[in-house]
């Protein structure tokens, strides 16, 4: 059974930091794309960042210079480095892995049960 669990939520002011971690079970990703997306209640699941197989990460416009993606395909993990965090920031975030569209869509074979992110001001 494969399962994605994330972890590391949490709740935190503006302009601090958090670094949430998806560990993968069940089968390896180190060929895959995994990636990391956001959602809030009442609206659709939104792209954060993602990471291919071979290292290059891409973001949203909204995190890009604040967020870093990172993978350990030895540990068969990826990672989401939050700096600079603000209250718009707030929500539950999911990890995903193996794209079935495109990396910035949400249409993954697997996906974890979300951690949630919740930024004060």
């Known amino acids: 059974q494969v399962q994605l669990v994330e972890s590391g939520g949490g709740l935190v002011q503006a302009g601090t930091s958090l670094r949430l971690s998806c560990a993968a079970s069940?089968?390896?990703?180190?060929?895959?794309?995994m990636g990391w997306f956001r959602q809030v209640p009442g609206k659709e699941r939104v792209f954060v960042a993602a990471v291919r197989s071979s290292g290059s990460a891409y973001y949203a416009d909204s995190v890009k210079g604040r967020f870093t993606i990172s993978r350990d395909n030895a540990k068969n993990t990826v990672s989401l480095q939050m700096n600079s965090l603000k209250p718009e920031d707030t929500a539950v975030y999911y990890c995903?892995?193996?794209?079935?569209?495109?990396?910035?869509?949400?249409?993954?074979?697997?996906w974890g049960q979300g951690t949630q992110v919740t930024v004060s001001s």
């Open positions: 069940g089968r390896t990703f180190s060929r895959d794309s």
């Open positions: 995903a892995a193996v794209p079935r569209v495109s990396l910035a869509t949400p249409q993954y074979d697997y």
